[in-house]
């Protein structure tokens, strides 16, 4: 089913399932420990050994020489395989750095061999007898000084003549932001069970993407994407590190080939670091000139970043090209190329740190007009996609986010900067836009009838986004059902291909996949029972056609597949989300600690499909959005070229304690253009913007302006107002 045109009036606009908070129908399973996730996928296949990944301890080199005599006489030892015994080997999508086989050494932890094993820990002991000699050579590791050798990653998109416009502003602003490498600390591990019956692999594991990953795999062994199955049902978390196949599935393959029997890998949470891909650090200048009014006549965003060779970097100007108006515009980006672990998406990549520079520099232009916040955004609200006025937003409500925001967060009471104080705390508040791309890709369904009950079977997968739910919710409102008599299957490549959990599009191509299946299966039950399948109204298990009434039940047994795709109407149209967001923070004028008091989102995605799970991936967006502004660092030894901080311990993530109060409002809006639920994402809206809000409200409680990420008190304590 191809979707050309906007979607007109259809069942879901008078849904009884569809739109409704739903408690998770994964829930129970999770939170009782019955969901079983990779690892924990014992009686997928008998006899499992237990492999232990090795990585490299240089960055750039190449080995010398490795002797495992040590560690093939170890207890429980049962093979080794060792990447200067392998040839190198292909890479899979969007996947630069080498993932095993031959001798040179390109990243520090690249993985260089596998020990199976009868038990984790003799897997693990073993491993540590292994000897390797390394040749090191000279690598690149410091962003800083690599950003004068940065190339142009595309043409710098230009609209106007900004070089002309800015300084002829009256009010200009030209300020430089920087964010660091960040890793997706997931909770769930990369894990891996692998098993052969001949040529045959099957991989029971952890990834977002099960068709790309199915012929991923395929291209990287060299073998028939046809004998490779992947089956992925659960997955605890991604962030879009698990989007592509890494070294714990490869291994797991191979050590599983080599050991003649299954194996299973969980990557130790240093190799997650350093091992898979990782946020790269951005360094970006902003440049904004305005009319006295605040209208804005000229903008620039220019971002550096770094991969690996091939690699492209973090694109943090995404967000810059849809905002706000401006007649003269320069949008670049710059790439420079290192020798430390690929870089690769992690949610809202690109304008979840551009977000962190852009909506700052709009702050600073208001300070500079001395302006509220809120009414600059409204005041350059564009009409169509700037630089692109022939191309008009599908639906866009970014200024009824904010004054509805600006209502209910008690914006009027924002004081001037460090002027409000409660004792020793500096209170102060801040607003930031979002935006985000809401594309959708072409994704399939199979639905099947069995005595009045539905089976959906789809490779889609849930990271923890209630896929399960919202795809139960659309096969009982198109099929007439209640959520009870619906199943949902979910991850596993012999199934139809899927969306798959990335880029903000999981939810709303899934479902009209899942839509398009189910109207489907209604033409063949009205085939069945001698009616109409496009006309009839099938509603409580039951069927109105042609004045007569039928039992779904009446149909027996059938199945349908189809899958939806989407042409034209969408490529003339600019797809996004929008959205308000709010933060109060205290800063402790003794300390420098800042404690967030208060965030709010209030978020456009068009139709919410579950409002009780979209809220919880927009906190859970938000709470990621204060790592990023707080906390969330990667810090690279540049002698050594590696993330040193690579454990949880290091790396510090928000918790509970750190987001006392958070709130989410959904505005009732419908996108036609998006498809058939009229439904965009939403999943990654919620990281756009936020951490810009908490920076904006430092600012304002403190009068200092911190433009270097994150915002750890050491980089203004010194400069905090004296209190009477």
Same mark, same amino acid.
């Not at 599983?256 to 091992?275: C, D, E, F, T, Y």
């Not at 009471?413 to 409000?420: F, I, L, M, S």
């Not at 089976?455 to 986004?465: H, Q, R, Y």
């Not at 991850?491 to 959990?501: I, K, R, V």
């Given at each position: ?42 009686d997928v296949a008998e006899n499992q050994a237990y492999g232990w990944v090795v990585g490299s301890g240089i960055a750039k080199g190449r080995i010398a020489s490795m002797d495992v005599s040590e560690a093939k006489a170890a207890p429980g030892v049962i093979a080794i395989v060792t990447s200067p015994d392998v040839e190198p080997l292909g890479k899979g999508m969007m996947c630069y750095a ?6 040179? /050494? ?23 007898? %292994? ?20 190339? *142009?990653?595309? +043409? ?77 049902? &659960? ?29 299973? /890998? ?27 009014? !605040?209208?804005?006549?000229? %903008? ?33 980006? &710059? @790439?420079?190329?290192?020798? #430390? ?25 208001? /300070? ?10 409204? *005041? ?20 009824? @986010? #904010?004054?509805? !925001?600006? $209502? ?48 959906? $079977? ?9 896929? &399960?739910? /919202? ?69 409580? !298990? ?35 989300? &929008?959205?308000?967001?709010? @933060? ?42 204060? !790592? ?42 419908? +996108?036609?253009?998006?498809?058939? *639920? ?9 990281? @756009?913007?936020?951490?810009?809000? %908490?920076?904006?409200? %430092? ?17 203004? *304590? ?7």
């Amino acid at each position: 089913m191809e979707f050309n045109a906007p979607a007109g009036t259809n069942l879901f606009d008078q849904a009884k399932v569809v739109g409704k908070s739903t408690p998770r129908i994964d829930g129970p399973l999770k939170v009782s420990g019955l969901a079983p996730y990779a690892f924990e996928r014992h009686d997928v296949a008998e006899n499992q050994a237990y492999g232990w990944v090795v990585g490299s301890g240089i960055a750039k080199g190449r080995i010398a020489s490795m002797d495992v005599s040590e560690a093939k006489a170890a207890p429980g030892v049962i093979a080794i395989v060792t990447s200067p015994d392998v040839e190198p080997l292909g890479k899979g999508m969007m996947c630069y750095a080498p993932l095993f086989g031959g001798h040179e /050494i390109t990243h520090y932890h690249q993985a260089i061999a596998c020990v199976v094993a009868e038990t984790f820990e003799q897997a693990r002991a073993a491993a540590a007898l %292994i000897r390797t000699e390394y040749e090191t050579g000279d690598g690149a590791f410091d962003f800083p000084a690599a950003k004068t050798g940065a190339v *142009l990653s595309d +043409d710098p998109e230009t609209f106007g003549d900004f070089d002309a416009a800015f300084p002829k502003a009256p009010v200009q602003i030209d300020s430089t932001y920087t964010t660091p490498a960040e890793t997706h600390a997931m909770m769930e591990p990369h894990a891996t069970i692998a098993a052969w019956e001949g040529d045959k692999l099957t991989l029971w594991t952890a990834n977002q993407m099960i068709a790309w990953s199915k012929t991923a795999i395929a291209k990287i062994l060299g073998i028939d994407a046809a004998n490779v199955r992947l089956d992925s049902p &659960y997955v605890g978390g991604g962030f879009g590190g698990k989007l592509w196949v890494r070294a714990d599935a490869v291994l797991a393959a191979l050590g599983a080939k080599a050991a003649g029997r299954p194996v299973k /890998i969980a990557l130790q949470r240093p190799m997650i670091a350093n091992n898979t891909t990782h946020r790269q650090g951005t360094i970006q200048r902003l440049r904004i000139g305005a009319e006295s009014n !605040g209208k804005i006549t000229a %903008i620039a965003h220019e971002n550096w970043s770094y991969n690996v060779k091939g690699g492209d970097g973090e694109a943090a100007t995404a967000q810059t090209k849809k905002l706000y108006a401006g007649d003269n515009r320069l949008i670049a980006e &710059y @790439c420079a190329r290192l020798d #430390l672990p690929e870089g690769n998406a992690m949610r809202a990549p690109g304008e979840a740190p551009g977000h962190l520079g852009l909506e700052v520099a709009m702050d600073e232009l208001a /300070i500079a007009l001395d302006m509220c916040p809120i009414e600059l955004r409204i *005041l350059n609200e564009p009409d169509a996609v700037p630089g692109n006025p022939e191309k008009p937003f599908s639906d866009r409500n970014l200024v009824r @986010c #904010l004054r509805k !925001g600006a $209502e209910r967060f008690g914006w009027s009471k924002r004081a001037a900067p460090a002027t409000r104080r409660e004792g020793r705390w500096l209170i102060g508040m801040g607003v930031a836009a979002g935006y985000r791309g809401s594309p959708t890709t072409e994704s399939a369904a199979r639905v099947k009838l069995l005595d009045g009950r539905i089976v959906v $079977e789809t490779d889609m997968t849930d990271i923890g986004t209630g896929s &399960y739910t /919202i795809i139960a919710q659309t096969a009982a409102e198109t099929m007439g059902v209640p959520l009870s008599a619906v199943t949902v299957e979910l991850g596993d490549s012999d199934f139809s291909a899927s969306a798959g959990s990335g880029g903000q599009w999981g939810a709303s191509s899934s479902t009209a996949g899942v839509y398009a299946a189910c109207v489907n299966l209604r033409r063949q039950v009205g085939d069945k029972l001698g009616f109409n399948g496009d006309t009839a109204t099938f509603a409580d !298990g039951k069927i109105i056609a042609d004045n007569k009434r039928f039992d779904l039940a009446d149909a027996g047994h059938l199945s349908a597949e189809d899958s939806a795709s989407f042409g034209s109407s969408q490529k003339d149209h600019d797809v996004g989300t &929008y959205a308000a967001h709010f @933060c109060e923070v205290a800063v402790d004028a003794y300390t420098g600690e800042t404690r967030l008091r208060r965030m709010l989102s209030v978020c456009d995605a068009g139709r919410i499909l579950n409002p009780l799970s979209a809220r919880s991936q927009v906190i859970g967006a938000m709470v990621m959005s204060v !790592g990023m502004a707080l906390m969330e660092e990667l810090v690279v030894d540049k002698r050594h070229g590696l993330f040193i901080n690579h454990d949880l311990a290091g790396y510090e993530v928000p918790v509970h304690a750190d987001t006392p109060q958070q709130d989410v409002i959904f505005l009732d809006t419908l +996108d036609e253009v998006v498809g058939p *639920l009229k439904a965009k994402g939403v999943g990654e809206l919620g990281i @756009c913007g936020p951490g810009a809000a %908490i920076a904006n409200a %430092i600012y304002n409680a403190t009068g200092i302006r911190v433009r270097d990420y994150p915002l750890t008190l050491d980089k203004y *304590l010194s400069d905090l107002p004296t209190l009477d």
